[in-house]
C-alpha cells in the first residue's frame, strides 16, 4: 500500500533532550511537509521540503530542525530549544502538480516528562 | 501564509439536520482546499475549489467559493454520524503555502 508512515505514534522528551520523529513516504512525492496541531487548533507549518537536500521554514521553525537526505524520508527533531514541545505532529507529503493536495500520516504525539 | 477564520469553531447538530461551516479571508485566494479529520484521526483531502463562485457537490457535502474568492462554505445536508470530525478550510496558491484554519469542530447526535 503506498502512504506515509510515521514513528512512533508516541513519544516522550525528558527536559533537555533532543527527540526525532520518522516521517517516511512510498507516493513518489516530491514535497514532504511538517506540521504541529494543538488541541482544538488548525495545524501551524512547522518546515518544508520541495526537493532533496533542500527545505525551508514555515511559520514555527523555531526550536526544530529537518533534514531530506532521501526523497523518501523528512525526519524532524525536537530540539530542547522548543520549550513548549508537547503536541500532535503530522507529517505530509504533495505531488508538485496543478493540485498539490496533501496526504497526511497517521501523526506523532509528544509528551513532556 | 494567508490568514482565515473559520466559524464556527464547534457545532453539534442533530443527526438528521444540516451543517455548514465557513471560512473568511480579509485577502483575495488564490484556491482553498477543505479537509476532515475524524477523531483520533489525521486529515484527509475532500477538495479543492479554484474558480470564482465556484460549486462542487461530494454526495451530501457541497463547497462553495465565494465570488470575490474571500470566502468559502462547506454544507452537509442531512447529517450523519459518519460526519463526525473537525473541518478544515486551507487557502493556498501552492501546498507550500498551506495555512490550516482552526477547524469546525461538529458532533453529530443520533
Known amino acids: 500500500d503506498g502512504g506515509i508512515t510515521q514513528s512512533p505514534k508516541y513519544l516522550f522528551r525528558k527536559e533537555g533532550q533532543n527527540v526525532t520523529l520518522s516521517c517516511e513516504q512510498n507516493l513518489n512525492h516530491d514535497a514532504m511537509y511538517w506540521y504541529r496541531q494543538d488541541p482544538g487548533q488548525g495545524l501551524r507549518l512547522i518546515y518544508y521540503s520541495q526537493i532533496v537536500n533542500d527545505f525551508q521554514k514555515g511559520d514555527i521553525a523555531e526550536g526544530y530542525s529537518v533534514s531530506r537526505e532521501k526523497k523518501e524520508s523528512f525526519p524532524l527533531t525536537v530540539t530542547s530549544a522548543q520549550k513548549n514541545p508537547t503536541a500532535f505532529y503530522l507529517c505530509?507529503?504533495?505531488?508538485?502538480?496543478?493540485?498539490?493536495?496533501?496526504?497526511f500520516g497517521s501523526g506523532t504525539q509528544l509528551s513532556v516528562l | 501564509g494567508q490568514q482565515v477564520m473559520q466559524i464556527p469553531q464547534y457545532q453539534h447538530v442533530q443527526e438528521g439536520e444540516d451543517f455548514t461551516t465557513y471560512c473568511n479571508s480579509s485577502t483575495t485566494l488564490s484556491n482553498i482546499q477543505w479537509y476532515k479529520q475524524r477523531p483520533g484521526g489525521h486529515p484527509v483531502f475532500l477538495i479543492q475549489?479554484?474558480?470564482?463562485?465556484e460549486v462542487k457537490k461530494q454526495k451530501r457535502l457541497t463547497f462553495q467559493f465565494g465570488e470575490a474568492k474571500k470566502n468559502s462554505s462547506l454544507h452537509i445536508t442531512a447529517t450523519q454520524t459518519t460526519d463526525v470530525g473537525t473541518y478544515f478550510c486551507?487557502?493556498?496558491?501552492?501546498?507550500?503555502?498551506?495555512?490550516f484554519g482552526s477547524g469546525t469542530q461538529l458532533t453529530v447526535l443520533p
Open positions: 505530509a507529503s504533495s505531488e508538485q502538480g496543478d493540485t498539490e493536495k496533501l496526504f
Open positions: 475549489l479554484v474558480k470564482s463562485g
Open positions: 486551507a487557502p493556498s496558491g501552492s501546498a507550500r503555502q498551506l495555512t
